[in-house]
């Protein structure tokens, strides 16, 4: 919302210093965004008499004018046509600086020195118009300033306005935030040459006539109230000077007078009306409708919109004329032939508006008021105000006193205030004077019932509804920062902490201290896959989906190193998966995943330069520490291409191994691994005593039959070698062509924990071991 | 062989070698060993070859004394042999500067380290951590919330759809509505979390990004135990002497709402471009939970008030690091998440 520090003054009669005015609305809750001194650049520019206009001597397209500065007389060469002798126009004289840094200098123009220029409207950015010198009527004498002949100047605040307070859409309404903080009331600005005698609108139940006009709401849910005036023998044209320049300063764009003058209204009383060509409607009626589905109009701007049943429409005799609340249609324009105006000011209902704004696509000044409510009581007034503004710089007569068709009177909203409630949830102790003058203050009304205040809810505050937001209203203009920050004693939460925090932050731990990097992915990808689940409105085919996994985002991030030639790669990422179950929402599951790739370790100088890559030996010791985390009971099986992890009901938890990737032929091969972080709870720690006793070891080179895994070999020494078995570890592979399969060597640990183990006794385990790998599994020792 | 003539006075000799060790060189040590201890002509070695010749009486003494010698000169040369061969790895063979051989190093992501730096902070204040689902109803991510769809307040959250009154969470508040579903006040929690809002992807936009939701329900929390907490946690998280400013604003489920700035930590409230020449930065929307939100959740408004809070870790992560670019965030380029290793 564009603000007029210039009308702001005139409403609150008195200058107002912009910088202060934004500090307050800041802090008042309407964040003012900028602060842009508007024409001040035209403060060279000066009011000058032209002479005489002669032909240049050398140029047809030319003239040369004697320019009356106020002191001397110069010539200033000119290529404008509209320059006649005797009137004033806008001066440039040397050494200004006009409006895009364009010095002035004196200069001869085919033979003749021009000293300085006459400006067009565009040349001070004050409109368009770039072919002639901009006219103007003014009284100043010549060499008076520019900007004090015309006020064009002026500051522009941008302000950010809530959408619950529509009120500050408007010039009126926040003139009364900063009529509240500044203690002075608000007035609303004289209109030069106004009439002062417009008579009050004329209230009916249903239907009414106007200017031979008959008006009808037939969709009073859409309409509750609709006000119409006829404006007879109106004169279009260009608006007075300052009425442009108000517009011009809130960034609106002058037409004519007739819409000039309802844009006016809108800015500074947040009502918007429409002003229809009377000759130009289709019979001398007025119905507001719903659309019936398949009607169609088209609208102001050339389109035709197709309606439906949900829509309020504005029609005359024959057609629809307006879509409500949104925009005019095109039928019905007032242009330069119009004389006869049918005024409208209208009600609408927000929910009604939005729903159609919606459907349509659109959004115009005029919806977005209506759509977060304007001030159905403010009406008439408007109303009148704009009728004395088109009368004032259009002319015409209203032949009867404008209609308002208003059904339902709405009755007065009111709410109760407690201040012992105030002061409860403030925190501080506020009397309950304070508080009727700080609602009073900010347009109120407030009258004491009991041990509470009535407060009346203005019309234009549709926003406040009940006790607590008088309460802000209070807070507000008290300002937030003068309330204390102070802690006082509290109470600890009935809620427990999610136990995913402690299962997440122990599988963060355990990753970053190996070496790798937490990622964080889109949830939304491209790819589906049947179970995958479809959001309905996704910004392109590449989010169409919710992510089904982890790994697949992860080997994308992978690619996107490999882009950019980072060839070490060691990522992880925590988060959360959905599928399609049938149901309306989709299931949620928390992952984590890895993937590495590139080396094992830094490169040093003491290996020459060189370290290993990751290898499946890896991935699987990342699977199993992620795996041990979540599950401190679970094992992971091997399998084709990996390995999996499954939960004790036979569900698979989790995958590791080699991945496809878009791989570049210098990078490594890419490892991963993805697992559900499932409800497990941390393992709880048990101290076992440190031993004792010496150990007893012996190595075991076993040769492996095909088929035979190391995971069996494992199950039978432990089964055989029993109690005394203390560690068991594979420490080399060995396959030779000499052997059918391989050797595996494994070291045995044995220990007495109460005594001192003797040899003999580990070698009768060890044989025992020995006989039962051969009769269980066919393993003999390797021949050495 | 012969008894030497002086043994006696030539073992004074040998024994004030004894004290040449310790300042010795290698060179010199080696000189030394030779001369005194060497096998074939070593001046203790001849003594005491020749003892064997003497009387029993003179024997023991001179022997006694010469193996003593004996034994203190070679702990001496040991020990000097072990000091130089120290100062050799240290001066002479390594040279220190070379690099060291490190493991490689993980690092949390930043926005996820900063998520948690912000719940540990609210945990000082009793603020228990809890989460809830991504996907949500259009009931509990709006209408519980007082936030009714035809209402212009919803346009702001631009929403990605899952089907018919279902949706991705556009803030992490329907957790709220969850909670005080579930419990009766005392409640305190933080809510950290993914949300989606249907923005295309730039410099400033995701259309995923997280979002940490607070919410404290009891009896008697005022406006001033509100900016007592929030202040508590601006100036644990940034800095005890951060200036906070609290500004009236609008959000359906708090009333009286809040923006909470701080002033900006580039040009210390001067005016800059990242604060927009404001002086201040947006970090959170907050205020006192609005009785509506009470009353579609269960709890009794006359009896509990409280406050409720949402702000943006992602944002916050860009102003602490200095990061431009919101996607660096979701890129998982290792040359930026390396930048991050503590």
């Known amino acids: 919302m564009n603000v007029s520090i210039g009308w702001i003054s005139a409403l609150l009669g008195r200058a107002v210093d912009p910088d202060d005015a934004a500090a307050r609305l800041t802090m008042l809750g309407a964040p003012v965004e900028s602060v842009e001194r508007i024409h001040h650049d035209l403060e060279g520019v000066v009011i000058a008499l032209v002479e005489s206009v002669e032909r240049h001597p050398d140029a047809d397209r030319l003239t040369v004018c004697r320019v009356h500065d106020g002191t001397v007389t110069r010539d200033v060469v000119c290529g404008a046509t509209n320059v006649v002798a005797g009137r004033k126009y806008p001066y440039a004289p040397v050494d200004t600086v006009l409006p895009g840094g364009f010095k002035l200098e004196a200069r001869k123009i085919r033979g003749v020195l021009s000293n300085g220029m006459l400006c067009s409207p565009r040349e001070l950015g004050l409109g368009e118009d770039h072919e002639g010198i901009m006219e103007l009527e003014t009284d100043a004498a010549p060499g008076t300033p520019f900007l004090e002949a015309l006020p064009v100047a002026d500051v522009r605040l941008e302000v950010e306005v809530t959408a619950n307070r529509p009120d500050l859409l408007c010039h009126k309404g926040v003139a009364r935030e900063l009529a509240a903080v500044y203690a002075v009331p608000v007035k609303l600005p004289p209109i030069p040459n106004a009439p002062d005698d417009i008579a009050a609108p004329r209230r009916v139940t249903k239907k009414g006539t106007v200017g031979g006009i008959e008006v009808v709401i037939d969709d009073v849910d859409g309409c509750p109230r609709y006000m119409a005036a006829v404006v007879r023998g109106v004169r279009i044209g260009p608006s007075p000077d300052w009425l442009q320049a108000r517009l011009r300063s809130v960034g609106a764009r002058p037409i004519n007078n007739v819409v000039d003058a309802t844009n006016y209204v809108l800015h500074e009383l947040n009502q918007p009306m429409h002003a229809f060509d009377l000759k130009l409607l289709g019979g001398a009626k007025i119905v507001v409708r719903r659309a019936v589905a398949g009607e169609r109009v088209v609208t102001l701007d050339g389109e035709a919109r197709d309606l439906t049943a949900d829509m309020t429409m504005i029609c005359d005799a024959k057609q629809v004329t307006a879509i409500a609340g949104v925009m005019g249609g095109a039928e019905s324009e007032v242009t330069e032939r119009t004389t006869d105006v049918l005024l409208e000011c209208a009600y609408f209902d927000p929910k009604r508006i939005r729903t159609t704004r919606q459907a349509l696509k659109m959004s115009t000044e005029a919806s977005y008021r209506f759509e977060r409510g304007i001030d159905i009581e403010g009406m008439p007034d408007a109303l009148r105000?704009?009728?004395?503004?088109?009368?004032?710089?259009?002319?015409?007569?209203?032949?009867?006193?404008a209609l308002d068709v208003y059904p339902k009177p709405r009755k007065q909203k009111s709410v109760f205030v407690r201040p012992s409630r105030v002061a409860h949830l403030l925190g501080v102790p506020l009397s309950r004077d304070e508080i009727e003058a700080s609602l009073v203050r900010l347009g109120f009304p407030v009258a004491p019932k009991d041990d509470r205040l009535h407060v009346q809810i203005p019309g234009w505050r549709p926003d406040v509804t009940r006790?607590?937001?008088?309460?802000?209203?209070?807070?507000?203009?008290?300002?937030?920062?003068?309330?204390?920050?102070?802690?006082?004693?509290?109470?600890?939460?009935?809620?427990?902490?999610?136990?995913?925090?402690?299962?997440?932050?122990?599988?963060?731990?355990?990753?970053?201290?190996?070496?790798?990097?937490?990622?964080?992915?889109?949830?939304?990808?491209?790819?589906?896959?049947?179970?995958?689940?479809?959001?309905?409105?996704?910004?392109?085919?590449?989010?169409?989906?919710?992510?089904?996994?982890?790994?697949?985002?992860?080997?994308?991030?992978?690619e996107r190193n490999w882009a950019v030639r980072e060839r070490d790669v060691r990522l992880f990422e925590i988060g959360t998966v959905f599928r399609d179950t049938g149901g309306p929402l989709p299931e949620e599951t928390t992952r984590v995943a890895a993937v590495v790739t590139g080396a094992r370790v830094p490169a040093h100088w003491t290996g020459s330069g060189k370290a290993p890559d990751f290898d499946r030996w890896d991935i699987k010791a990342l699977f199993e520490t992620a795996v041990r985390s979540i599950c401190p009971e679970g094992t992971i099986e091997s399998t084709a291409d990996g390995w999996k992890f499954t939960e004790t009901d036979g569900t698979v938890r989790g995958w590791a191994g080699a991945l496809e990737a878009d791989r570049p032929a210098w990078a490594a091969v890419l490892f991963g691994f993805e697992l559900e972080t499932g409800d497990a709870a941390p393992p709880a720690t048990t101290f076992v005593p440190l031993p004792t006793t010496p150990p007893v070891e012996r190595d075991l080179a076993l040769v492996l039959p095909p088929g035979v895994t190391a995971a069996a070999v494992e199950g039978v020494i432990r089964d055989a070698a029993g109690a005394l078995l203390a560690e068991l570890a594979v420490f080399d592979e060995y396959r030779g062509s000499e052997m059918a399969g391989r050797s595996v060597a494994w070291r045995l640990v044995f220990r007495a924990p109460d005594r001192t183990l003797r040899d003999t006794e580990a070698d009768t385990a060890l044989a025992k071991v020995l006989a039962s790998l051969k009769e269980r599994l066919g393993v003999e020792r390797r021949e050495a | 062989m012969t008894t030497p003539p002086h043994a006696q006075e030539e073992l004074d000799l040998i024994a004030q070698t004894v004290d040449r060790v310790s300042t010795a060189d290698a060179a010199v040590l080696a000189e030394l060993r030779t001369e005194v201890?060497?096998?074939?002509?070593?001046?203790?070695?001849?003594?005491?070859?020749?003892?064997?010749?003497?009387?029993?009486?003179?024997?023991?003494?001179?022997?006694?004394?010469?193996?003593?010698?004996?034994?203190?000169?070679?702990?001496?040369?040991?020990?000097?042999?072990?000091?130089?061969?120290?100062?050799?790895?240290?001066?002479?063979?390594?040279?220190?500067?070379?690099?060291?051989?490190?493991?490689?190093?993980?690092?949390?992501?930043?926005?996820?380290?900063?998520?948690?730096?912000?719940?540990?902070?609210?945990?000082?204040?009793?603020?228990?951590?809890?989460?809830?689902?991504?996907?949500?109803?259009?009931?509990?991510?709006?209408?519980?919330?007082?936030?009714?769809?035809?209402?212009?307040?919803?346009?702001?959250?631009?929403?990605?759809?899952?089907?018919?009154?279902?949706?991705?969470?556009?803030?992490?508040?329907?957790?709220?509505?969850?909670?005080?579903?579930?419990?009766?006040?005392?409640?305190?929690?933080?809510?950290?979390?993914?949300?989606?809002?249907?923005?295309?992807?730039?410099?400033?936009?995701?259309?995923?990004?997280?979002?940490?939701?607070?919410?404290?329900?009891?009896?008697?929390?005022?406006?001033?135990?509100?900016?007592?907490?929030?202040?508590?946690?601006?100036?644990?998280?940034?800095?005890?002497?951060?200036?906070?400013?609290?500004?009236?604003?609008?959000?359906?489920?708090?009333?009286?709402?809040?923006?909470?700035?701080?002033?900006?930590?580039?040009?210390?409230?001067?005016?800059?471009?990242?604060?927009?020449?404001?002086g201040y930065l947006e970090i959170m929307g907050a205020g006192m939970v609005h009785p509506a939100v009470f009353e579609n959740c269960g709890i009794d408004p006359e009896r509990y008030t409280g406050y409720a809070f949402g702000m943006g870790p992602d944002r916050i992560t860009m102003l602490r690091h200095g990061i431009p670019d919101i996607r660096l965030l979701f890129e998982n380029d290792m040359r930026f998440l390396s930048q991050f290793v503590s």
């Open chain 1, 385 to 401: 105000r704009a009728i004395a503004l088109i009368r004032a710089v259009a002319g015409g007569q209203e032949p009867e006193p």
């Open chain 1, 467 to 558: 006790e607590v937001d008088l309460i802000e209203e209070v807070a507000r203009l008290r300002g937030y920062d003068s309330f204390p920050s102070e802690s006082r004693p509290l109470r600890p939460s009935v809620v427990p902490t999610d136990p995913n925090v402690a299962r997440q932050a122990r599988l963060e731990r355990a990753f970053t201290g190996l070496g790798l990097y937490q990622a964080r992915s889109l949830s939304l990808t491209g790819s589906g896959g049947s179970d995958a689940f479809r959001v309905q409105n996704p910004l392109s085919a590449e989010d169409a989906y919710l992510r089904r996994d982890l790994l697949s985002g992860l080997t994308r991030s992978v």
């Open chain 2, 37 to 278: 201890l060497g096998r074939k002509a070593g001046k203790l070695t001849l003594i005491l070859r020749s003892l064997g010749s003497l009387p029993p009486e003179q024997r023991r003494l001179l022997g006694a004394r010469a193996n003593q010698i004996k034994q203190a000169l070679e702990t001496a040369i040991a020990e000097r042999e072990r000091v130089l061969q120290d100062d050799t790895r240290r001066t002479v063979d390594v040279d220190g500067t070379m690099p060291a051989r490190h493991a490689w190093r993980g690092a949390r992501h930043p926005v996820l380290a900063v998520v948690d730096e912000i719940c540990e902070i609210f945990k000082e204040l009793g603020f228990t951590r809890v989460s809830g689902p991504e996907a949500e109803t259009e009931d509990y991510n709006f209408t519980k919330l007082n936030m009714p769809l035809d209402h212009p307040a919803a346009d702001e959250h631009d929403t990605f759809y899952l089907g018919p009154g279902a949706l991705l969470r556009t803030h992490t508040s329907p957790v709220q509505a969850r909670v005080m579903e579930q419990y009766q006040p005392p409640i305190r929690i933080v809510v950290p979390g993914r949300v989606y809002r249907r923005d295309a992807f730039d410099p400033s936009h995701s259309p995923v990004f997280e979002q940490i939701e607070g919410l404290a329900v009891d009896e008697g929390i005022s406006f001033v135990d509100f900016k007592a907490g929030i202040d508590y946690f601006v100036k644990r998280f940034f800095s005890p002497d951060t200036v906070v400013r609290f500004r009236p604003s609008f959000f359906p489920f708090t009333e009286p709402s809040a923006e909470v700035d701080v002033q900006c930590q580039m040009c210390k409230g001067s005016g800059c471009a990242t604060c927009k020449q404001t």
